[in-house]
C-alpha cells in the first residue's frame, strides 16, 4: 500500500494558511481599519495608531481561526464522500473506501456500482460497463472474465467507469494516477464551490448595505467638515460609520452556518453531497421513502415456504426438520441465487439452504453455472442455468415475483388463483413473497427469452424482513412536525400495506396505489388521487420519477431516498435526493444530495431536525446583526448632528466587532434546536433570512436600546460628568446590552431565562471574555487612552447595570409581541 500510495486522484488542495490570511486582510473592514489607522497618524496620534493596528491584528486572528475552522469541516467530509469498495479480504466480505485499495485486492462488482480503480475481471455475469467518460461513446461495453477472452481488454474494467449491468469480481491492477482515469488526468468536481441561494440574497443584501452605508458615511464626513471645519477628524467621523454599518460578518457567518451544518451531518453519519439541500431540509414536506431497508432492518430470514403439497414456518418451528416436499423449493431457491449473494435476500436464501438442507444431496458446489437471465423491467424474475455432472441436459432455476413466476410456469387460471390466494394470505403477514421454478433444457444454444423454457411451479418462500424498531416513533414525529410520509415500493400490495400499517405510515387499503393503476391515471387523475394515497406498491424506478415530479407539482418540497440505478432520475428530480450509504448504488450516492452511511430512517428525520435547526439559528444572527448595528450607527450619527464630541471611534467599533463575530458564528450555531421547533409545521420554501418579520424585531430591539443608550448619555452630561466619563458609562451599558441581546435572541419560543447557560456554554465564554477585556481596557491607562476613557465613579456602575437589565425586558417585550400582534391580525383576516 506504501508503494502504490493512496488510490485517489490529484484534488485540489485547500486554501493555504497564507491564501487565508491574505484573504481576512484585503476584506473592507480591515482596509477601512488600516486606514484609520492611518489618519491617526496624520493627526500625531501615534500611540493610537500603533494600538488601533494591534487590536485590528487581534481580530483578524479571531476571523482567521474561524475560516479556517470552517475550511476543516468541509475537507473532513471528503473521507465521507469517496466511493465505496467491496472487497474479500481473509475470506471476508468487507466494505472499504475506495481510496485503501491497492493493487492484488479482490472486488465483487454488481450493476450501478462505480468502479473504484483499474480490475481484471475473474469472473463476469452479463456484465456491461458504460466507458464514455473515457471514450466517448454512450453504449455499454460487453465485459467477460479472464476464462472467457485471455487478456483481451474485454477483461478489464477501468477505474471511474460505470457497470451497467450483471456481476463480476476481479482483481485489481492499477490505482490512483497509474489507473486509467488517472493516466489522462481526468479530475473530480470539488463539493462546497457552488453559491447557495442564501448566499446570493446575503451577497445582495451587504451589496445594497454597503452602497448606501458608503453614502451615508460620505454625508457625514462632509457635515462634519462643513460644521466643525475639520476635514480629518470628518474623515474619521466617516470611517467608523463605515465601520458601524458594513454588516461584513454576513458572508463570514453564512459560510460557517453552511459548513459546520455539513460537518454536524457528518457526524451523524449523514453526508451531505450538496450544501443547497441543507438549507432545504427545514422546508421539507414530503418524504417519499423505501420499504427495504429504510423502514424495514434489511436483515432477512426465510420465514415460511410453501408448496401445494407443504409448508413450514420456520419461525414456529426453527428445530423442526423441512418436509421431504419442501427439499426441491428450497434447493432451486438456491441455484436461482448467487453463491457470493450480497444482496440481502438471495443471502437468506443461501443461508436457509445450508442449513435446512445440510447432509442431503440437494446441495450443488460442484454444479457449473452456464449462464443467467437478470431480472428486467418486463420480467420480474430471474433464472440461472447449470450443468450437472450427472445430467446430460441443462437444469435451470428461477425465482421471482410471484406473478411473474406463474406467468413463466404457464398455469391454469384456477391454478393460478390458488397460488395467488396463498400469496396474499403470507403477504398479509409482512412477509416479502418469492415464487421458485425449475425447468430443464436439452442442450446449447441457449434461448433468448426465459419463457422458451418449459417451467415447473415449485412453491413460495416468505421472507420476513423486520420493521426498526425506532421507525414507528421516527414516522409519528413526522407527522406531528406537519411532515406527510410516503412509502414508494416494489414488493406486493398485501406486504407493503402490512409494514406501512406497522409503521405508522397508512391506515388502511383505501390509501393504496398499485403500479398498474399509476399507469392507467393521466396526470390530473393522479393529482386527485396523490391527496389521501400513502403507499405505492409494485413500482416500477422510472415510475418513482413521475411520483416525485406530481408531488412536486403540487407543492411540496420532496424528500426521496433511493438506492439503485435506476432511482437515480427520481433522486435528481427530488428537491432533496437521499441516497442509501451502506447499499446504495455509487450512482445513486453520486445523484443525491444527501447520503445516509447507515441506511436508518431515524436519520432522515435527524437531517431535517438539522435543517430547521440551521435556519432558525440563522434568523436569530441575522436579528442580532440588524439590532447590534441600530445603536451603534445611531451614537456614531448623532453626536455629530447635536455638536457633541465623538462617542464612538474606530477603536470601540472594533471591539464590540470582536463580540459581535464570535455570537453569530459561534453562540448562534451551537445554539441547540428550539422545543417546539418539530411540533411545527415547515417553513415555506420561499421564506427569506431577509423578511419583515426578521427586520421588525431587530429594528424595534435596536431602536428601543438606542434611545436608551442616549437617554442615559444625555443624564451623564446633564450630571456634570465629563465627556470621557459619560463616554465610557455609555460604552459599558452598550457592551453589557449586547450581551443581553445574544442572551434574549438565543431562543424564540420561551422566556430566556428558562434555557439558561448550560445548554449553550460558549456563550458563558463570550461574555467571560468580553468582561475580563473591558476590565483590561479601564485598568490598563494606555488602553483606556486610546478609548478615550475615564474611570467612572462605583455608583455610575450601578446605572449602566440598569440599563443592561431594562433592554433586557425591552428585547424580550419584542419578542413577545411581535408573535402576538401577528396572531391577533391572522385572527382578523380569517375571520
Known amino acids: 500500500m506504501l508503494k502504490s500510495g493512496p488510490n485517489a486522484l490529484p484534488a485540489s488542495r485547500p486554501l493555504s494558511a497564507a491564501r487565508l490570511l491574505l484573504d481576512v486582510v484585503s476584506e473592507p473592514m480591515f482596509l477601512l481599519l488600516v486606514a484609520c489607522g492611518i489618519i491617526y497618524l496624520l493627526l500625531g496620534d501615534r500611540n493610537e495608531a500603533l494600538m488601533l493596528l494591534g487590536f485590528v491584528c487581534l481580530v483578524m486572528g479571531t476571523t482567521f481561526f474561524q475560516r479556517r475552522r470552517t475550511q476543516r469541516s468541509l475537507h473532513a ?86 457497470i451497467t449491468q450483471g456481476t463480476a469480481s476481479g482483481l485489481v491492477v492499477a490505482t490512483g494516477p497509474d489507473s486509467a482515469l488517472g493516466r ?72 460557517l452556518f453552511l459548513g459546520l451544518g455539513a460537518w454536524r451531518l457528518g457526524r451523524e453519519s449523514i453526508l451531505a453531497r450538496s450544501i443547497p439541500a441543507i438549507e432545504l431540509l427545514g422546508a421539507t414536506t414530503l418524504l417519499c421513502v423505501d420499504k427495504t431497508g429504510t423502514l424495514t432492518a434489511n436483515r432477512m430470514d426465510v420465514a415460511r415456504l410453501w408448496s401445494e403439497q407443504s409448508a413450514h414456518d420456520c419461525q414456529r418451528s426453527p428445530a423442526a426438520a423441512l418436509p421431504e416436499e419442501l427439499h426441491g423449493l428450497l434447493e432451486y431457491g438456491v441455484l436461482a441465487s448467487h453463491r457470493r449473494a450480497f444482496d440481502p435476500m438471495e443471502s437468506a436464501i443461501v443461508e436457509t439452504g445450508a442449513r435446512l438442507l445440510a447432509h442431503t444431496e440437494h446441495l450443488h458446489a460442484d454444479w457449473q453455472l452456464i449462464d443467467d437471465y437478470p431480472l428486467s423491467r418486463q420480467m420480474l424474475a430471474m433464472s440461472r442455468v447449470w450443468r450437472s455432472p450427472d445430467h446430460g441436459a441443462l437444469l435451470v432455476a428461477a425465482k421471482g415475483a410471484p406473478e411473474a413466476i406463474i406467468d413463466l410456469c404457464h398455469l391454469p387460471p384456477a391454478r393460478a388463483a390458488s397460488i395467488a390466494a396463498q400469496v396474499l394470505a403470507m403477504a398479509n403477514d409482512g412477509l416479502r413473497v418469492i415464487g421458485v421454478a425449475s425447468a430443464t433444457f436439452a442442450a446449447s444454444p441457449l434461448p433468448d427469452s426465459q419463457h422458451v423454457f418449459d417451467f415447473q411451479f415449485l412453491g413460495l418462500l416468505g421472507l420476513h424482513d423486520p420493521l426498526r424498531p425506532e421507525v414507528p416513533d421516527a414516522v409519528a414525529q413526522c407527522h406531528a412536525a406537519g411532515i406527510r410520509v410516503v412509502m414508494i415500493t416494489g414488493d406486493h400490495p398485501a406486504t407493503a400495506l402490512a409494514i406501512a400499517q406497522q409503521a405508522g405510515v397508512a391506515g388502511n387499503a383505501s390509501g393504496l396505489m398499485s403500479g398498474v393503476e399509476l399507469t392507467a391515471l393521466d396526470d390530473a387523475a393522479l393529482q386527485a388521487r396523490l391527496v389521501d394515497t400513502d403507499v405505492f406498491c409494485r413500482i416500477a424506478p422510472e415510475q418513482k420519477l413521475r411520483l416525485v415530479q406530481a408531488f412536486r407539482s403540487r407543492g411540496e418540497i420532496v424528500a426521496m431516498t433511493g438506492d439503485g440505478v435506476n432511482d437515480a432520475p427520481a433522486l435528481k428530480a427530488a428537491n432533496i435526493g437521499v441516497a442509501m450509504g451502506a447499499r446504495g448504488t455509487d450512482v445513486a450516492r453520486e445523484a443525491a444530495a444527501l447520503v445516509l ?167 458563558a465564554w463570550i461574555g467571560l471574555a468580553a468582561s475580563l477585556l473591558l476590565l483590561l481596557v479601564l485598568g490598563v491607562a494606555i488602553i483606556r487612552e486610546l478609548f478615550a476613557f475615564a474611570l467612572p465613579d462605583m455608583l455610575l456602575l450601578l446605572p449602566c447595570a440598569l440599563v443592561a437589565a431594562l433592554s433586557i425586558v425591552w428585547f424580550e417585550c419584542v419578542k413577545w409581541v411581535l408573535p402576538t400582534w401577528r396572531w391577533l391580525r391572522g385572527a382578523r383576516l380569517r375571520t
Not at 220 to 240: I, V
Request: aromatic share 6%.
Open 597 to 763: 452511511l447507515n441506511d436508518d430512517f431515524s436519520s432522515l428525520l435527524l437531517a431535517v431536525q438539522h435543517g430547521r435547526r440551521l435556519f432558525a439559528n440563522l434568523r436569530k444572527a441575522i436579528v442580532f446583526i440588524v439590532a447590534v448595528h441600530v445603536p451603534i450607527v445611531g451614537l456614531s450619527i448623532v453626536p455629530v448632528l447635536l455638536g457633541w464630541p465623538l462617542l464612538l471611534m474606530p477603536v470601540h467599533i472594533l471591539f464590540l466587532q470582536m463580540v459581535i463575530d464570535p455570537a453569530c458564528s459561534i453562540v448562534f450555531e451551537a445554539e441547540p434546536i428550539e422545543a417546539d421547533a418539530m411540533v411545527s409545521k415547515p417553513r415555506r420554501p420561499d421564506m427569506h433570512l431577509f423578511d419583515r418579520e426578521i427586520l421588525v424585531r431587530g429594528l424595534l430591539q435596536g431602536a428601543g436600546l438606542l434611545a436608551m443608550l442616549l437617554a442615559f448619555h444625555v443624564c451623564v452630561r446633564s450630571m456634570d460628568y465629563s465627556d470621557a466619563v459619560a463616554r465610557t458609562t455609555t460604552f459599558l451599558s452598550l457592551v453589557a446590552s449586547n450581551l443581553g441581546l445574544i442572551y434574549v435572541n438565543r431562543q424564540w419560543t420561551e422566556p430566556s431565562w428558562k434555557r439558561g447557560l448550560k445548554s449553550n456554554r460558549a456563550f
Open 184 to 255: 489522462i488526468g481526468a479530475s473530480l468536481a470539488s463539493m462546497g464551490s457552488e453559491l447557495t441561494p442564501i448566499q446570493l440574497e446575503t451577497r445582495r443584501v451587504v451589496s445594497h448595505v454597503a452602497i448606501g452605508g458608503l453614502c451615508l458615511a460620505a454625508g457625514l464626513a462632509l457635515a462634519y467638515w462643513w460644521l466643525r471645519g475639520d476635514a480629518l477628524q470628518g474623515l474619521l467621523a466617516g470611517l467608523t460609520l463605515a465601520m458601524a454599518i458594513l454588516p461584513e460578518e454576513l458572508p463570514v457567518i453564512l459560510t
Open 77 to 162: 467530509l471528503g473521507d465521507l464522500s469517496c466511493p465505496r469498495a467491496l472487497v474479500i479480504r481473509d475470506g471476508k466480505q468487507e466494505r472499504i473506501a475506495g481510496r485503501d485499495l491497492v493493487p492484488g485486492d479482490l472486488v465483487l462488482l454488481a450493476e450501478g456500482d462505480r468502479v473504484p480503480a483499474d480490475i481484471e475481471l475473474l469472473n463476469a455475469s452479463n456484465l456491461t460497463a458504460d466507458e464514455s467518460m473515457l471514450t466517448g461513446e454512450s453504449v455499454p461495453v460487453a465485459k467477460h472474465g479472464r476464462g472467457d477472452t485471455g487478456d483481451s481488454p474485454a477483461c478489464l474494467v477501468y477505474s471511474g467507469t460505470l
